[in-house]
């Protein structure tokens, strides 16, 4: 568990890495703004969050299926999915607009590109 990142995952630093090449500047892990958003341009009020798949509730039904309603990790996920809900719909009452990428879509070469062009256009317009 000790080398699960936080900060920094592979996924952030693929799509760092992408912005930094298209001169788009932001903000990492932007502190200020709740929920800290991976990505945020806090003068245009836009964050970009970049979810990992397990901790977030990607596959929760399948996570869930075949364990007790009072499993450890069904309870963990339930409680970020609900955390995460709240704290993004806080930001959006506080006029930041949000964007939400899996983990998966930026890993996975296959629609890696579209993504990223995704969070360039957001932070873009």
Do not use: C
Not at 47 to 54: L, T
Not at 95 to 124: P, Q
């Amino acid at each position: 568990m000790s080398r699960i990142r936080s900060k920094n995952t592979e996924a952030e630093r693929i799509v760092f890495s992408f912005l930094r090449k298209e001169k788009v500047y932001f903000q990492k892990h932007y502190r200020r703004a709740l929920g800290s958003p991976d990505l945020a341009l806090p003068r245009k009020k836009k964050a970009v969050f970049i979810d990992g798949d397990f901790w977030h509730g990607r596959s929760f039904e399948r996570i869930a299926k075949g364990r007790a309603p009072n499993d450890y990790w069904v309870v963990k996920i339930k409680t970020n999915m609900k955390r995460d809900k709240r704290q993004r719909s806080d930001l959006k009452k506080a006029g930041w607009k949000i964007l939400e990428i899996w983990e998966s879509d930026i890993k996975r070469k296959s629609g890696r590109l579209e993504n990223l062009k995704k969070i360039k256009t957001f932070l873009s317009i």
